[in-house]
């Protein structure tokens, strides 16, 4: 328990620096209600891991580690998304015994929009996009895992998220990832981020991770899964040869 507290609470402090850009001390303790103790703990270990800068009774993001809101997300690189989402489709089987896990993101977001045609693969996933995606398009092929909202990236998360999510056998998982640069595998934009992704990749006969490239020189909070973990990425030609070169000797990378 204590430690689902303390992903929440931190979670809590990433999700307002998201949305402030700085936040006082003051309202961080007010906020979260916990002693100025516990707070400083936090930060100091979240400054170390190089999630936030600390300075004069303010905490602030760190500068390589601010990532965009999901509605800014969805409207860069469409072009080369859509190719890479469709290069997806092409390595996830079809039948109607086929289960696809979906994580949250907006390139994900993009191979959910072709496969919410397909009335025989089911879904399963924490997303709140697609689930609505499903809706409107009345397909009901979909398990929402439920949990708790975060409005950042509209993704559900926590206990109830994670306990039915332990429970389902999944032929492919497609994880997303806010960026990789100074990762050894795709990172995660918070903590209930990483655990969300790593149940996908434990239960999933494959592990696709799609990306475009741009998510090179986008940093993340935390690692979210290795690369070693993961069966395919896809991604496009824009990727740096630094980052093609430490993926492909780890897993195999297919570029659009």
Not at 28 to 41: A, G, H, P, W
Not at 209 to 223: L, N, Q, R
């Amino acid at each position: 328990m204590k430690k689902d507290q303390l992903i929440r609470r931190r979670d809590r402090i990433l999700e307002m620096l998201v949305s402030q850009e700085e936040v006082r001390v003051s309202q961080l303790l007010t906020e979260l209600q916990i002693s100025d103790e516990t707070l400083r703990k936090d930060l100091i270990e979240m400054e170390h891991q190089g999630m936030v800068a600390r300075r004069h009774g303010r905490v602030s993001l760190a500068e390589k580690f601010n990532d965009d809101s999901m509605s800014v997300r969805e409207l860069q690189n469409q072009t080369v998304k859509k190719r890479i989402a469709k290069e997806v489709l092409r390595h996830i089987p079809e039948g109607h015994d086929e289960v696809v896990g979906l994580d949250v993101g907006s390139t994900v977001y993009g191979v959910a929009k072709l496969l919410v045609q397909d009335r025989s693969r089911t879904i399963v996933t924490n997303s709140l996009d697609i689930v609505s995606l499903y809706a409107h398009e009345e397909n009901p092929n979909i398990y929402c895992t439920g949990g708790v909202l975060r409005t950042v990236d509209r993704g559900l998360y926590g206990n109830w998220t994670r306990d039915n999510l332990k429970g389902v056998r999944m032929t492919v998982a497609v994880l997303g990832t806010p960026g990789i640069m100074e990762r050894e595998g795709i990172g995660a934009i918070s903590f209930d981020d990483r655990e969300m992704k790593q149940l996908y990749a434990r239960n999933s006969q494959k592990v696709i991770a799609a990306f475009d490239s741009t998510k090179g020189i986008h940093g993340a909070w935390i690692d979210g899964v290795p690369w070693e973990d993961i069966d395919l990425v896809i991604t496009d030609k824009g990727i740096s040869d630094s980052d093609r070169e430490r993926i492909e000797r780890k897993t195999e990378l297919i570029l659009v």
